[in-house]
Structure formats: structure tokens, C-alpha cells
């Protein structure tokens, strides 16, 4: 993703998937978080409701970034 990202330098972002190796991102909560976009529509889950996982509790400070930013930019 990181060269896909660098050779076609994207404005937007549709981010609608999810790790498919949770236990590799509990491993590794900050790479789980990473990403870097001008612009992106973010899709939660049910999973940032009283979240028992990393996955589930970075959605959860998605949601939280996401209302936060909404109408600043």
C-alpha cells in the first residue's frame, strides 16, 4: 500500500476494510493505526461499542477523531 500510495499520491480514500490478522495488529497497535490520506470516509463497526480488542478501540478513537474534525476542515 505504502508504494501504491507513493506512486499514485491519492486525494481520497475509501476506508471500508478491516485486519484480517487481529492478533498481528494486537501485536502491533501502532501499525494498526497508520494511514495518511488529504481526505477519507471512515466506516465503523460495531466492534468500537465498548471495544475488548486494540481493533476495537481503534475504531472507537476513529469515531471520536471523526467527530472531532467534522466541520473543520
Do not use: C, W
Not at 501499525?31 to 465503523?44: D, H, L, P, R, W
Not at 463497526?45 to 466541520?71: C, F, H, I, R, W
Request: aromatic fraction near 12%.
Amino acid at each position: 500500500m505504502e508504494y501504491v500510495f507513493q506512486q499514485h499520491r491519492p486525494n481520497i480514500v475509501f476506508y471500508t476494510a478491516a485486519h484480517k490478522h487481529v492478533p498481528l495488529m494486537e501485536l502491533n497497535p501502532d501499525e494498526a493505526m497508520k494511514t495518511g490520506v488529504e481526505k477519507f470516509f471512515y466506516i465503523s463497526t460495531d466492534k468500537a461499542v465498548n471495544p475488548t480488542s486494540v481493533m476495537g478501540a481503534a475504531k472507537s478513537v476513529g469515531e471520536m477523531l471523526m467527530k472531532y474534525y467534522q466541520g473543520r476542515s
